[in-house]
Protein backbone atom coordinates (compact mmCIF):
# COMPACT_ATOMS: atom_id res chain seq x y z
CA UNK A 1 0.00 0.00 0.00
CA UNK A 2 1.12 3.33 -0.67
CA UNK A 3 1.35 6.16 2.03
CA UNK A 4 -1.65 8.05 2.86
CA UNK A 5 -1.11 11.57 2.41
CA UNK A 6 -0.82 14.37 5.08
CA UNK A 7 -2.22 17.65 4.08
CA UNK A 8 -0.53 20.13 6.91
CA UNK A 9 -2.06 23.87 7.26
CA UNK A 10 0.57 25.87 9.00
CA UNK A 11 -1.28 28.77 10.73
CA UNK A 12 -2.81 27.15 13.96
CA UNK A 13 -1.04 23.65 13.29
CA UNK A 14 2.71 24.88 13.24
CA UNK A 15 2.77 28.80 13.34
CA UNK A 16 0.54 29.53 15.99
CA UNK A 17 -1.58 32.48 17.69
CA UNK A 18 -4.12 33.35 19.94
CA UNK A 19 -2.36 32.27 23.38
CA UNK A 20 -1.86 34.52 26.28
CA UNK A 21 1.12 35.80 25.79
CA UNK A 22 1.83 35.54 29.47
CA UNK A 23 1.65 31.99 28.97
CA UNK A 24 3.25 31.17 26.15
CA UNK A 25 3.55 27.91 24.51
CA UNK A 26 6.85 26.27 23.89
CA UNK A 27 8.51 27.59 20.58
CA UNK A 28 10.05 30.25 18.86
CA UNK A 29 9.14 33.19 16.68
CA UNK A 30 10.53 33.55 13.27
CA UNK A 31 10.38 36.16 10.71
CA UNK A 32 9.03 34.79 7.22
CA UNK A 33 9.07 37.81 4.74
CA UNK A 34 9.28 40.46 7.76
CA UNK A 35 6.18 38.72 9.21
CA UNK A 36 6.63 37.34 12.94
CA UNK A 37 5.44 34.02 13.22
CA UNK A 38 5.50 32.00 16.72
CA UNK A 39 6.78 28.27 15.62
CA UNK A 40 5.47 25.02 17.83
CA UNK A 41 8.63 23.84 19.28
CA UNK A 42 7.25 20.10 19.14
CA UNK A 43 5.60 20.64 15.17
CA UNK A 44 8.90 19.86 13.40
CA UNK A 45 9.91 16.39 15.44
CA UNK A 46 5.91 15.47 14.91
CA UNK A 47 6.18 16.05 10.96
CA UNK A 48 8.92 13.48 11.04
CA UNK A 49 8.07 11.12 13.17
CA UNK A 50 4.55 10.92 10.75
CA UNK A 51 6.48 11.55 7.37
CA UNK A 52 7.48 7.67 7.61
CA UNK A 53 3.75 6.86 7.56
CA UNK A 54 2.39 9.53 5.37
CA UNK A 55 3.71 11.54 2.31
CA UNK A 56 3.50 14.88 3.85
CA UNK A 57 1.81 17.67 1.36
CA UNK A 58 1.96 21.39 2.56
CA UNK A 59 -2.23 22.71 2.79
CA UNK A 60 -1.54 26.53 3.61
CA UNK A 61 -2.19 29.85 1.79
CA UNK A 62 1.96 30.22 2.21
CA UNK A 63 1.64 27.67 -1.31
CA UNK A 64 5.41 27.79 -1.93
CA UNK A 65 6.66 29.68 0.45
CA UNK A 66 6.28 27.08 2.82
CA UNK A 67 8.97 25.23 1.48
CA UNK A 68 11.16 28.59 1.68
CA UNK A 69 10.81 28.60 5.33
CA UNK A 70 9.80 25.45 7.04
CA UNK A 71 11.85 22.42 6.00
CA UNK A 72 15.15 24.17 7.59
CA UNK A 73 13.16 25.61 10.58
CA UNK A 74 11.70 22.83 11.60
CA UNK A 75 14.34 19.84 10.07
CA UNK A 76 12.16 18.15 7.88
CA UNK A 77 13.31 17.07 4.69
CA UNK A 78 12.01 19.42 1.70
CA UNK A 79 11.15 20.70 -0.59
CA UNK A 80 7.74 18.66 0.12
CA UNK A 81 4.76 19.00 -2.33
CA UNK A 82 2.34 22.08 -2.15
CA UNK A 83 -1.00 23.21 -3.13
CA UNK A 84 -1.71 26.06 -4.87
CA UNK A 85 -5.31 27.48 -4.35
CA UNK A 86 -7.01 30.42 -6.82
CA UNK A 87 -7.77 33.44 -5.31
CA UNK A 88 -11.52 34.00 -6.43
CA UNK A 89 -14.15 32.80 -4.66
CA UNK A 90 -14.58 29.30 -4.81
CA UNK A 91 -17.45 26.54 -4.68
CA UNK A 92 -20.37 28.89 -3.10
CA UNK A 93 -20.89 27.76 1.05
CA UNK A 94 -17.11 25.30 0.92
CA UNK A 95 -14.02 25.60 2.70
CA UNK A 96 -11.99 27.64 0.23
CA UNK A 97 -8.86 24.74 0.37
CA UNK A 98 -11.29 21.88 -0.61
CA UNK A 99 -11.16 22.21 -4.87
CA UNK A 100 -7.45 22.36 -4.79
CA UNK A 101 -7.15 19.47 -2.62
CA UNK A 102 -9.62 17.61 -4.83
CA UNK A 103 -7.43 18.43 -7.63
CA UNK A 104 -4.18 17.64 -6.42
CA UNK A 105 -5.29 14.08 -4.48
CA UNK A 106 -6.61 11.12 -6.67
CA UNK A 107 -9.95 10.51 -4.58
CA UNK A 108 -8.73 6.71 -4.32
CA UNK A 109 -5.76 7.57 -1.69
CA UNK A 110 -6.33 7.54 1.69
CA UNK A 111 -5.90 11.50 3.46
CA UNK A 112 -5.71 13.14 6.21
CA UNK A 113 -5.73 16.27 6.77
CA UNK A 114 -4.60 18.46 9.81
CA UNK A 115 -6.11 22.02 9.97
CA UNK A 116 -7.55 24.77 12.69
CA UNK A 117 -10.32 25.83 10.40
CA UNK A 118 -12.17 23.26 9.35
CA UNK A 119 -16.03 23.52 9.25
CA UNK A 120 -19.30 21.62 8.47
CA UNK A 121 -18.05 21.62 4.58
CA UNK A 122 -15.08 19.74 5.42
CA UNK A 123 -16.88 16.90 7.48
CA UNK A 124 -19.32 16.63 4.52
CA UNK A 125 -16.52 16.24 2.04
CA UNK A 126 -14.81 13.82 4.10
CA UNK A 127 -17.28 11.89 4.84
CA UNK A 128 -18.42 11.93 0.82
CA UNK A 129 -14.81 11.02 -0.58
CA UNK A 130 -14.32 7.80 -2.28
CA UNK A 131 -11.32 6.90 -0.07
CA UNK A 132 -10.74 7.01 3.88
CA UNK A 133 -10.81 10.45 5.15
CA UNK A 134 -9.86 11.69 8.27
CA UNK A 135 -10.05 15.46 9.57
CA UNK A 136 -7.69 16.65 12.67
CA UNK A 137 -8.88 19.62 14.25
CA UNK A 138 -6.18 21.91 15.67
CA UNK A 139 -6.69 24.75 18.45
CA UNK A 140 -4.37 27.85 16.78
CA UNK A 141 -2.79 28.61 20.44
CA UNK A 142 -2.08 24.79 20.54
CA UNK A 143 -1.47 23.44 17.14
CA UNK A 144 -0.38 19.68 16.68
CA UNK A 145 0.51 17.95 19.84
CA UNK A 146 1.40 14.55 20.82
CA UNK A 147 -2.67 13.46 20.76
CA UNK A 148 -3.21 14.38 17.34
CA UNK A 149 -0.13 12.30 16.04
CA UNK A 150 -1.32 9.50 18.02
CA UNK A 151 -4.82 9.63 16.15
CA UNK A 152 -3.01 9.74 12.71
CA UNK A 153 -0.71 6.77 13.62
CA UNK A 154 -3.93 4.63 14.70
CA UNK A 155 -5.89 5.94 11.99
CA UNK A 156 -2.72 5.06 9.25
CA UNK A 157 -2.73 1.12 10.92
CA UNK A 158 -6.37 1.17 10.82
CA UNK A 159 -5.93 1.54 6.78
CA UNK A 160 -3.02 -1.49 6.97
CA UNK A 161 -2.12 -3.28 10.08
CA UNK A 162 0.98 -3.79 8.03
CA UNK A 163 1.80 -0.38 7.05
CA UNK A 164 5.14 0.69 8.82
CA UNK A 165 4.19 3.28 11.40
CA UNK A 166 6.14 4.69 13.25
CA UNK A 167 5.46 5.31 17.51
CA UNK A 168 4.51 8.60 18.63
CA UNK A 169 7.01 9.24 21.52
CA UNK A 170 4.53 9.61 24.99
Known sequence: MNK????????????????DSAHRPAGRFELVDGIAHFFSATAGEHLRLLSGT????????????ANEYLPLALGLPGPLPHLR???AVGRANAHWKLSAIDAFASPSVPLAWIDDAHDETC???????????LLVSTEPAIGLTDRHVAALFAWARALS???????PRG
Open 4 to 19: PMLMIDVDGVISLFGF
Open 161 to 167: PNLGVSR
Open 85 to 87: FER
Open 123 to 133: AAWASARGAPT
Open 54 to 65: FELVWCTGWEEK
